[in-house]
């Protein structure tokens, strides 16, 4: 065989030669490999010229795969019959050859060499999609002191992996050094949609629909081209999966199983584009969701046509809500008979091409064994297999039933693996008998959860501000409470280890973080209060005790039993929208959280507390808790509550965020150190393990005026908010 050039240009590459002299597209796991051999050998200006190439190279190969598909499409005429007189199926393999050959040429002539070259192992490609080349880069760059590539890599990876902890060091540390500039923190991989639909988003919150309506319009319109840029890759990259099995299949079951599998792929498409990088939960509905927020928009411009088309286009998604109905008479009858008003012909065509797909890979999941987890939760009754409906119908009801104030509840749907290493979903709602609720597990490791332990013994100790007091709720157990400013001050003053303080620190974020990602894909939580809590039995006293250690309670509501409603006003703290506890412990006995109907007595599901579970839930009326009797021991957790209102985050986060800074700004001279940067590209982020330590600085007095002012602020909320 003669050699290709783009084989020669590998073989070039492989043997050192500079790819300058490569015409062609070299491919990009070549290109990483050696990469990442130049950047082991620290050999940083080489190492950062691949690793810019391999994800030039790979950028370039998805989009020739990308330009293929669609180019071969337009020239399939599926819809053609075969001439007269020859099976169907030879006029079927007859276009499907065609297609083969289309593609094959295409991606030969875009890549100037065999399409075979540039198929990576599954591995590479998933560091490709998981941006870990940025990671290497902005060492690389960093060495080379290019600081603004270096910052703006590390970004890139940092958005899309932001449970690293490595990244996060190396992130402050490059926001306190000196000359890096604010503008240098961009994204390089940034999908357009996403910014626009953040700053739609915003622009709809703050009534200026104007500027909402733009930004919208762009969202949606770049959400649909990054949904059919997905769709057109799903061709392609079904090869290495399900080979060994379909050795056993016949020609047809074969075809059919591929062609299912690809179906599939192209329906799950739509949440890859709704699931934002570095996010656990997709937002629902992304797409019809435009169309109600831009009928609600431009009616409020004034511009009534193009309301009433986006009401007519998200009735396409929802042809009985009534809501939309309701406003759809109202729009007609404003703008009179004279003016028609139809859905957009680009929605239109998507519903009817989704609903295709979804009917065959129902057929398939009736007939042939196979499964499907539809992502959108428009799909229509009718297109359901029976056997599928029962089980949906179920759910649905379930769900109706134990979130009365949440109209908008859509089933939950299967969510992907949690951007946190170790971390993993022990319960989900439905195995938690309600809505909106999770236990995850491996949140802290043993290790810390001791460290944690460790401060709450030490603060208690030292009589400052961490009074061991009788409960609020019952006189047989002792509370202490010690909020996250209050730790590190102590830690200033040398009463507690910085490190543990730190660390109490590191793990409300950790779990703010997994939380945001678990339940708000698309909204960002804040700290609305935060303190590690201890509950102690109180000696003796403890025979047949039928008190509770917490009386059941909604977080934002006043739960009114009787009415069998939760009235969401003050004193409710109303704005808090989410609810964690992060447990350190399980050597007391009783103390096991448990959820309620709204009646307060029923109880619907319980949990155990243990060292590094989280459990976490949503505020409101269809989450009312309580904690049993602790009748011997001491049960420690950390309680956290979060807000998605930015203007009721707590004041003493920022506190607590500074006072680290500062002392950390003290403890080193801004710069990287050289063995943390070397190890930065392979550390995985599963340890959090903090930095030691170096030297204990006794600055005490010098922001004691805010610590008088949080402390007062604390002990007001303190009786009401403990766990
Ligand atoms: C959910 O309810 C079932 C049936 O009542 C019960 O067996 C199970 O323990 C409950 N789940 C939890 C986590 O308590």
Redesign the pocket.
């Known amino acids: 065989m003669p050699a290709s050039p783009g084989r020669l240009c590998s073989l070039l590459l492989l043997l050192g030669f500079s790819l300058g002299s490569c015409s062609s597209l070299p491919p990009f796991d070549l290109l990483y490999a050696d990469g990442g051999r130049a950047y082991f050998a620290q050999d940083w200006p080489r190492a950062a010229e691949l690793l810019q190439r391999s994800l030039h190279s790979y950028a370039r190969l998805q989009d020739a795969r990308r330009q293929c598909q669609r180019g071969c499409q337009a020239e399939a005429g599926w819809a053609a019959r075969p001439p007269l007189g020859q099976p169907w199926e030879t006029g079927f393999f007859d276009r499907v050859l065609q297609r083969a050959e289309c593609l094959e040429e295409c991606l030969g002539r875009r890549l100037d060499g065999q399409p075979s070259l540039h198929r990576a192992s599954a591995e590479i490609q998933q560091d490709f999609e998981e941006r870990e080349p940025y990671n290497y880069l902005q060492v690389a760059f960093f060495k080379l002191k290019r600081l603004d590539e270096a910052v703006s890599s590390a970004h890139t990876f940092f958005v899309a992996n932001p449970q690293h902890l490595q990244m996060r060091e190396d992130m402050e540390k490059y926001q306190r050094m000196a000359g890096v500039k604010a503008e240098s923190f961009r994204d390089l991989e940034a999908m357009p949609h996403w910014v626009a639909y953040e700053a739609g988003l915003h622009h709809y919150s703050a009534d200026d629909y104007q500027q909402a309506v733009a930004e919208l319009e762009e969202s949606l319109g770049e959400g649909l081209l990054a949904l059919q840029d997905c769709r057109a890759l799903c061709e392609g990259l079904q090869e290495e999966e399900e080979e060994e099995e379909e050795t056993q299949l016949g020609l047809y079951e074969a075809i059919a199983a591929h062609y299912i599998q690809v179906l599939k792929c192209r329906q799950k498409c739509v949440l890859d584009i709704s699931t934002k990088p570095g996010r656990v939960s997709s937002v629902e509905d992304f797409i019809p969701s435009h169309f109600d927020l831009l009928q609600f928009a431009y009616d409020q411009v004034g511009n009534q046509a193009l309301a009433a088309e986006c009401a007519a286009t998200y009735l396409l998604f929802y042809p009985s809500d009534e809501r939309m109905l309701e406003k759809m008479k109202q729009y007609r009858t404003a703008l009179g008979a004279e003016a028609p008003v139809v859905p957009r012909e680009v929605i239109r065509s998507y519903v009817q091409r989704s609903l295709m797909e979804k009917k065959l890979i129902y057929y398939a999941v009736e007939h042939l064994g196979e499964t499907f987890d539809d992502p959108d939760p428009w799909t229509p009754e009718e297109l359901i297999p029976e056997s599928m409906k029962a089980k949906h119908r179920e759910d649905q009801e379930r769900q109706r039933l134990e979130a009365p104030d949440m109209e908008q509840q859509q089933p939950q749907r299967q969510r992907g693996p949690l951007p946190f290493e170790g971390v993993t979903i022990a ?1 989900d709602s439905q ?3 309600g809505s909106q609720r999770v ?1 995850l597990d491996r949140v802290l490791t043993e290790s810390e959860c001791k460290d944690v332990l460790r401060l709450a013994k030490a603060a208690g100790g030292s009589g400052d501000g961490y009074r061991g007091r009788r409960s609020p709720h019952t006189p047989h157990e002792r509370f202490e409470g010690l909020t996250v400013l209050k730790a590190l001050q102590l830690a200033e003053e040398g009463t507690v280890n910085w490190r543990d303080a730190k660390l109490l620190l590191q793990a409300s974020e950790k779990s703010r973080e997994i939380v945001e990602s678990y339940f708000t894909p698309e909204k960002k939580l804040y700290f609305s209060f935060t303190h590690l809590v201890c509950r102690t039995a109180a000696e003796g006293e403890q025979e047949g005790r039928m008190d509770l250690s917490h009386p059941v309670h909604a977080d934002n509501c006043l739960l009114d039993p009787e009415g069998n409603t939760c009235w969401k006003e003050p004193p409710a703290y109303i704005y808090r929208d989410y609810s964690a506890i992060l447990y350190l412990n399980d050597d007391f006995q009783g103390g096991n959280l ?2 309620t109907e709204m009646d307060a007595v029923t ?5 155990r507390p243990k060292c590094g579970r989280l459990v976490a839930f949503s505020s409101g009326g269809e989450n009312p808790h309580g904690v049993w009797a602790v009748t011997r021991g001491r049960r420690c957790a950390i309680a956290l509550w979060y807000t998605t209102s930015p203007e009721h985050s707590e004041q003493e986060r920022a506190q607590a965020e500074e006072l680290v800074k500062q002392k950390e700004a003290e403890q080193e001279e801004s710069h990287l150190d050289d063995k943390e940067n070397a190890e930065a590209g392979r550390s995985t982020g599963d340890s959090p393990e903090p930095p030691a330590p170096k030297g204990r600085a006794r600055s005490a007095g010098r922001r004691s005026k805010q610590h008088s002012e949080s402390g007062v602020q604390s002990k007001g909320q303190q009786t009401r908010d403990e766990l």
């Open positions: 319960m195995q938690l008998n236990v448990f959820f109880v619907t599901a319980q949990v």
